[in-house]
C-alpha cells in the first residue's frame, strides 16, 4: 500500500512537470510568432533571408532608391533629419536629403536590407554633397557583433567633393572585417562637418 502511494507520488510529479513543460513551450511558440509579427519590415526581411541564404539572388538588390513610399523603412538619423525630395535626384525622380547638424558625427542608418551578402559582389552608393567645401564622411557596415562596442566593424573613410560622387564597396573587403552572412545594418556618417548642411543620397545598391 505504502509503494502504491509512492508510486502514485511519482507519477503525479511527473504528469506535472510535462504539464508545465508543454505550457512553456506554447507561450515561448506564441511569443516568438508574435515578435516576427510585430517586427518591423527591416527585421522582417532580415529574418525571411536568412531563410533563403542558400540561394543565390539573380539580381540586385536596391537596399534604397527612394521611389516607394516604403524606402525609408528601417532609417534612424543622429543629428539631423532627412526627407524625400525631387531636389536633385540622381537617378529616377526622388532621392533622400539628410540635414545634418554641426557635431562631432552626424549619422544616417540603414536597416532594411538582406542579412546575407555572400553572394552579392559590390555595396555601391550616391551622394550629392550641396555644399561649397569638401566633407570628410564614414561608410560604415555592421554585422550583429559589431553593432556593439568595442567589436569589429568594417568602415572606410573617404573625401566628398561638392556636387555629385558614387563610391564602390565590394564585399569581400567588407568581408575581411565582419561576417558578411550577418550584416545588420548601413552607417553614413560626416566627420566634423564645418557648418550644418545637407547631403544628398540615392541608389544604395548590392550587386550580384
Known sequence: MKNAKVLIIILSIILAVQLGYYIYISFHNNRVTSDIRERGPEDQIGFNMQRVQSVPPDEDFIIADFEQPDDTTGIDIYSGD??????????????????????????????????????????????????????????RVDDQLSQWHPNPF???????????????????????????????????????????????????????
Open 82 to 139: 532627412f526627407s524625400v525630395v525631387r531636389r536633385n535626384p540622381l537617378n529616377g525622380k526622388f532621392s533622400l536629403e539628410f540635414n545634418y547638424l554641426q557635431v562631432r558625427y552626424p549619422a544616417i542608418e540603414f536597416r532594411y536590407m538582406p542579412r546575407n551578402w555572400e553572394y552579392y559582389r559590390e555595396l555601391s552608393v550616391k551622394i550629392y554633397n550641396t555644399s561649397d567645401s569638401r566633407i570628410r564622411f564614414l561608410m
Open 154 to 208: 568594417f568602415g572606410r573613410v573617404d573625401d566628398l567633393p561638392p556636387g555629385y560622387s558614387e563610391f564602390e564597396y565590394p564585399v569581400d573587403k567588407i568581408g575581411l572585417s565582419i561576417d558578411i552572412h550577418d550584416i545588420r545594418r548601413i552607417v553614413i556618417s560626416l566627420e566634423q562637418p564645418p557648418s550644418p548642411g545637407s547631403i544628398i543620397i540615392d541608389d544604395i545598391i548590392l550587386h550580384y
